[in-house]
């Protein structure tokens, strides 16, 4: 009876390329009817490299692969020849080329088409023995045929030669079947095959050259076997196993010894046509779905000859281990070695959320200093490629006696808490490490622009001083190649890989491009020249294990264009509404910090006839000062030089002249180089929360008002907005923010069988409300009645705006808003002398508009103009009326905030003056933004708009949500909601305090700066003394508690983040609130009252200041949808580099390997853009990636 193949997994969703591409294949298991395309290469997975040399008796000897190095004169052409063979999946054979050639070879010229080497079926895996036998035989592991073939390099290297032998190809290829100690076959699909080192090997003692007769054995992953085998590639016995197995009760994995017999699922059932293999047919295991899988392993192995190319590095390792992974499991397992049997005690290390584990690359060893300690010490690092698209790092332990296999290294580390350390533990104490940049998914190297990396080499420059202190020979290192050597020569910096010793990573990106992998090259204390940044505020930390930058910002030749910098244009700040005289506190709103030009007030002088009706003040002995300030002004005063010298000057001045920005620019600090990005950032006041804008919403309501127009609310949730679509706390939603409902202008912006339904009497411009066709056509005139309040107000446009009281996942409680408290100033009555206090009571009535021209209560004047009641004022007369908007002088003028109402009628084209409205309706006597206004009464329902009713809401409705007293940073991040979780019980939307303070894109804002710093909600509290470069567990936003120095250089505290003070220099200045904000990125400082225009005269006038208590902050002043951009430019790019050998791109790269010179590799592309498949050789001297054009296999 013959037995159909198990399938053992299916669906396995972290498959690396090399499984993927192969198990396509063997979808298909009789390919020799198959008609086969006329090509080469079809889907190559894998190479590997043998040397080559011819003897001077014509004999073909393998030879170790570094003497095929280019550096060595008779290496490409001569009696010297690097071969290589290339797992070619699709046609199940094996192509071979040479150096020489540069193409693929063909083994039968006289046959039409190229020729190839014929292999099993499916050849996924190559390698080639090494040691005492190296380059004799090379070694394909078939996924398909559940096989290996065996190559001969000797006899096949004849035709790289030029001298094809009289033997068929075939003749120097044969089959090995793994088959258990009684001969029956294995029957499982290999995966990942390995050449076994002879002095490990347990085929016999090894012997110096290739014995046909012993050409050793290899170590083989089996993954649905869960068995990795040494294999003899002689007897074709397995010669020792390992089997993972996978506790079906708690999922623990144990490995377990099975010998020479282990039992397989049977992936192959062809191998078992002989009836002697029947039983062993009818009785293999079912295969295990929640299985390990193991498929990638890697050897390290202490030095050969440790007076060789060594230094202390290699010589830490002092023995051999075996790393197994596979891709059902997050494990990595050390086999250790008792001589040349794995013992029984396997080391094992658990990458958390790794998602399987498709590769293992071991780094060379290397000495690095980490941290404080300036001595470096040795460091081998695994490079495991795991199923979450990451590389995950290890670090090995060193020691014979170890009883872990080592620990893992963060490579997201966030610049904040970074030491230079060589291995920074990696920990999982939750979403967002403290010590983890905010926006990494995990702790591994990810590929640049959402690439996965595939696969990773290493290429090592030994240092002479090095190799001599381990008593080595350098003399038999590797060498470099003619550009690397001459890069060397010259001196260039070590900013480019491949331009001096030490250990540089290569790798390859599904977008078919190259990176490379930084280890201490960039270890010590590296910043951006002071010429550039005199405060250090901006980063440029390439800590171990980061991806190489394509430009080295540290150096003093880096352009200006290649530093994390903003745009140079000044911010656009915008005001809505405009600034009119008695709205000309809107300009105090809060704005970002810039850099100190934008400040500098203090003019340098050599004597007063420098200054302008101000004396020269200089001090006792100096040449030089500075002009007096007389009023009010920023303290302490910027001059040219005590400042952050981030703007370029025109002066012949080495330091000035060397500055950034031509403009005055926002000053951001950089908190992450390698996060900073280029774009737009805009600062918005209560702007919209991304993704909540949708058209699904209903609105409930319990409990209907009048005619069902709007909704009372008596109980909380009574009102509420529900969308089944919505996710509102994963788009950031919180209690405290509000709903805005959308209108219509036109039928069209509404849904099928909707009207929009339009006020006539609402101002132009005002949006309707979408109604049913049915309601619109029945009770037009009904609806506008009763649906008034949201279709206009006496102010406008109706505001359509909630307050959310609790946020849920898809559902939002709502409350009446109170109208906003808005800011004016009024002037204060004649005769009032400007330094006499304000008493309440006077504050009260100039706010109502007592003093305004023409107002009257009850038909009685409530003041009078001093030109015709000159005893206005006094006791037993009218008050006198304010005079015209005069800021300089008396009688001086008051800030007020009150939430205010606009009259029923206003006069035609809008008012101009109080007076305007005195005398259109006494009651409301204020002229606010061309509308007549007064401040609602202390009994008086100040309420902006009613709670929406199902008779005017009975639609589905657009809306989106806005965060309510709160400015949003959004740019090239946009919005950061990742601190709002969903309760997992009541869906209520809350901030989880575990989660990194960066993540937040909002500034809260109370009405003033002890509302703010106190709010019972949401308060703001101190910065952290010295806290440069804040990090995810610091408050975020934050006071800024400490003043800005007289004097700033990079070593003085708190020359980067700092308040001013303002008013008199000789009394009265006051602090002006400064918070900063930080996101992953970098942080900012938004001055609460906007520095520049409170050092400016007072709009409309030439040289009026503003009073020393206009420094303190008010929320009122803020008006709606205020907004200030400013951009940046991105500095930070890894190398990132494309691949084009004659036209052909480098598309799908599997497998990269080195060449037997430094700073070259092989790269398989298993796609190869118009082709199907190729191998192309790439130089990377001097980090730059040079496609060998004369080297075509394809």
Request: proline letters at 9%.
């Amino acid at each position: 009876m013959t037995r159909r193949p198990v399938t053992t997994r299916e669906n396995l969703s972290a498959l690396a390329a090399l499984v993927v591409l192969a198990a396509g294949a063997t979808s298909c298991q009789n390919r020799q009817n198959q008609v086969i395309p006329n090509r080469v290469l079809d889907r190559p997975l894998d190479v590997a490299l043998a040397c080559v040399r011819r003897e001077t008796n014509g004999d073909l000897v393998p030879q170790s692969l570094e003497l095929c190095s280019d550096a060595v004169s008779e290496s490409v052409c001569g009696d010297l020849r690097l071969v290589g063979f290339v797992a070619n999946s699709e046609r199940n054979d094996i192509a071979m080329f040479s150096r020489c050639a540069g193409s693929v070879i063909d083994m039968n010229i006289s046959a039409p088409g190229p020729q190839l080497i014929s292999a099993g079926e499916v050849p996924s895996s190559m390698t080639v023995t090494t040691g005492l036998q190296a380059g004799c035989f090379a070694v394909s592991g078939n996924l398909g045929s559940c096989d290996l073939s065996v190559l001969d390099v000797s006899g096949l290297a004849s035709y790289a030669f030029e001298e094809p032998p009289e033997e068929d190809p075939a003749a120097y290829v044969s089959t090995v079947v793994p088959r258990r100690a009684d001969g029956t076959p294995l029957g499982a699909r290999p995966g990942q095959v390995l050449a076994v080192p002879p002095d490990l090997s347990n085929t016999g003692d090894p012997r110096l050259g290739c014995d046909p007769a012993n050409p050793g054995s290899v170590y083989v992953t089996f993954p649905s076997c869960q068995l990795i085998a040494e294999v003899d590639l002689r007897t074709q016995r397995i010669l020792q196993s390992r089997q993972f197995v996978r506790d079906p009760n708690n999922g623990a994995i144990t490995v377990v010894d099975t010998g020479a017999d282990p039992l397989c699922p049977i992936d192959c059932a062809e191998q078992f046509e002989d009836p002697d293999y029947a039983e062993a047919l009818a009785s293999a295991p079912p295969g295990d779905p929640d299985g390990m899988y193991p498929l990638a392993m890697a050897l390290v192995t202490p030095p050969a000859d440790k007076t060789g190319c060594v230094d202390l590095a290699d010589l830490a390792v002092e023995d051999t281990s075996l790393y197994v992974g596979g891709l059902g499991s997050d494990n990595i397992y050390e086999l250790r070695y008792d001589g040349k049997t794995w013992t029984d005690d396997p080391l094992e290390f658990e990458l958390t959320a790794a998602q399987g584990i498709s590769a293992i690359r071991p780094t060379p060893p290397m000495l690095m200093a980490s941290g404080p300690d300036p001595d470096p010490e040795p460091y081998q690092f695994l490079y495991v490629i795991a199923g979450d698209g990451s590389t995950r790092v290890v670090r090995r332990e060193f020691s014979a006696n170890r009883t872990e296999l080592g620990s893992e290294c963060d490579t997201q580390v966030d610049p904040t808490v970074v030491t230079a350390a060589a291995c920074h533990p990696a920990e999982f104490p939750g979403e967002n490490p403290p010590d983890r940049k905010p926006f990494a998914r995990g702790p591994g190297i990810r590929g640049p622009n959402g690439s996965l990396i595939t696969d990773w080499t290493f290429q090592k420059w030994y240092s002479p001083t090095e190799v001599s202190a381990a008593d080595g020979s350098f003399d038999r290192c590797p060498s470099a190649s003619a550009d690397t050597a001459e890069a060397s020569a010259e001196g260039r910096a070590i900013s480019s890989p491949f331009t001096g010793p030490g250990v540089v990573g290569v790798a390859s990106t599904s977008f078919g491009r190259l990176v490379f992998g930084v280890f201490d090259q960039f270890q010590d204390d590296r910043r951006i020249s002071t010429a550039y940044d005199y405060l250090g505020i901006m980063d440029a930390q390439i800590p171990p294990h980061s991806l190489w930058p394509n430009v080295d910002p540290t150096l003093p030749t880096t352009t200006i264009e290649a530093l994390p910098r903003m745009e140079d244009k000044v911010p656009e700040r915008l005001l809505p509404n405009g600034i009119a005289e008695p709205t000309v506190t809107r300009t105090l709103a809060p704005s970002l910090r810039r850099i100190d030009r934008a400040y500098q007030t203090r003019v340098a002088c050599e004597d007063d006839n420098d200054c302008d009706d101000v004396r020269c003040l200089k001090a006792e002995g100096e040449a030089s000062g500075y002009c007096e300030q007389i009023g009010p002004a920023l303290s302490p005063p910027v001059s040219e030089r005590e400042q952050d010298r981030l703007a370029k000057t025109e002066e012949e001045d080495d330091v000035m002249a060397s500055g950034l920005y031509e403009n005055d620019v926002v000053r951001a600090v950089v908190r992450d180089y390698s996060a900073w990005a280029s774009g737009t950032w805009n600062l918005f006041w209560e702007g919209e929360i991304p993704g909540t804008t949708s058209s699904s919403g209903q609105l409930m309501c319990e409990e209907p008002g009048w005619a069902g127009g709007t909704c009372l609310s008596t109980t909380a949730g009574d009102t509420r907005l529900v969308d089944k679509t919505a996710q509102f706390c994963e788009r950031g939603v919180l209690g405290g923010d509000k709903l805005f409902i959308l209108g219509c202008n036109q039928d069209p912006d509404c849904g099928a069988g909707q009207y929009c339904l339009l006020d006539p009497q609402a101002p132009a411009g005002s949006p309707g409300l979408c109604v049913s066709e049915v309601s619109y056509g029945a009770s037009r005139e009904e609806l506008l009645q009763m649906c008034r309040p949201f279709l206009r107000d006496d102010c406008g446009a109706a505001r359509r705006e909630w307050a959310i009281t609790r946020a849920f996942q898809q559902e939002l409680w709502l409350q009446v808003l109170d109208r906003p408290v808005d800011s004016y100033v009024m002037m204060r009555p004649e005769g009032t002398v400007a330094s006499t206090p304000v008493t309440d009571d006077e504050r009260a009535a100039l706010c109502r508009g007592d003093h305004v021209v023409g107002r009257t209560v009850d038909g009685e004047p409530t003041c009078a103009r001093a030109s015709d009641e000159p005893n206005c004022g006094q006791d037993g007369a009218l008050p006198c009326c304010s005079p015209d908007y005069e800021f300089i002088g008396d009688p001086g003028f008051i800030e007020c905030e009150e939430r205010l109402s606009c009259a029923p009628e206003q006069p035609d084209n809008g008012c101009n003056t109080h007076a305007d409205c005195a005398a259109q309706n006494p009651e409301y006597p204020l002229c606010l933004d061309g509308l007549c206004k007064r401040p609602c009464g202390p009994d008086e329902d100040c309420a902006l708009t009613p709670l929406p009713g199902p008779e005017c809401f009975r639609e589905l409705i657009r809306y989106q949500v806005l965060a309510r007293n709160s400015f949003i940073v959004r740019g090239p991040y946009d919005f950061l909601p990742q601190k709002v979780k969903a309760d997992p019980e009541s869906s209520e939307c809350y901030e989880d305090p575990e989660v990194s303070n960066l993540l937040t894109s909002r500034i809260r804002l109370g009405a003033d700066e002890a509302d703010t710093r106190q709010n019972a909600l949401w308060p703001i509290p101190s910065c952290p003394a010295g806290d440069e470069r804040p990090d995810g567990g610091a408050p975020n936003p934050c006071f800024i508690d400490v003043e800005r120095p007289a004097a700033l250089d990079g070593n003085t505290p708190n020359a980067i983040y700092h308040f001013f003070k303002y008013g008199p220099a000789d009394d009265g200045q006051r602090p002006v609130p400064a918070i900063r904000y930080s996101n992953p990125m970098m942080s900012i400082v938004l001055d609460l009252t906007s520095l520049l225009d409170l050092a400016a005269p007072i709009p409309g006038t030439d040289d009026a200041l503003w009073p020393a208590e206009f420094a303190e902050f008010k929320r009122s002043r803020i008006p709606g949808r205020a907004r200030e951009a400013f951009g940046t430019k991105a500095g930070y790019a890894p190398y990132d580099a494309n691949v084009v050998t004659a036209s052909v791109t480098l598309t799908g790269p599997t497998r990269i390997v080195n060449a037997p010179e430094l700073s070259t590799v092989f790269v398989v592309d298993s796609a190869g853009g118009t082709t199907r498949g190729q191998v192309v050789r790439v130089t990377l001297a001097g980090g730059q990636v040079q496609p060998d054009v004369r080297f075509l296999v394809r």
